[in-house]
């Protein structure tokens, strides 16, 4: 959940590119820790709009989408916490 501060950037390569870590990936949230685009791996048009989105979560998710963060990585709380039968 705290990938997105700019203390923590560095850590998107290297769990991006481990399949076994990306498998147990799941969304969370640090609000309200405000999520920050990294201005070098976004195009910079891309870094701006976000960084003026001021709907935190939502900035969040458009960041973590831009990196390509599967369908599960969405979901798999539910599972985690087993709400997906619900």
């Known amino acids: 959940s705290a990938l997105n501060l700019p203390t923590r950037w560095y850590a998107y390569s290297t769990i991006l590119n481990d399949p ?8 969370g949230s ?10 070098l ?3 910079l048009r891309k870094a701006v709009e976000l960084s ?6 939502q900035r969040d ?3 973590k989408r831009h ?14 916490l087993r709400l997906d039968g619900i």
């Not at 076994?20 to 969304?27: A, G, I, M, S, T």
């Not at 640090?30 to 201005?39: E, K, S, T």
């Not at 369908?71 to 709380?77: F, G, K, N, P």
């Open 67 to 80: 990196f390509d963060f599967d369908d599960a990585y969405w979901h798999r709380a539910a599972k985690v």
């Open 20 to 27: 076994k870590v990306r498998q147990k990936l799941l969304h």
């Open 30 to 39: 640090d609000w309200p820790i405000l999520p920050v685009p990294h201005p």
């Open 41 to 43: 791996e976004l195009p």
């Open 52 to 57: 003026m989105n001021g709907h935190w979560l």
């Open 61 to 63: 998710i458009e960041i």
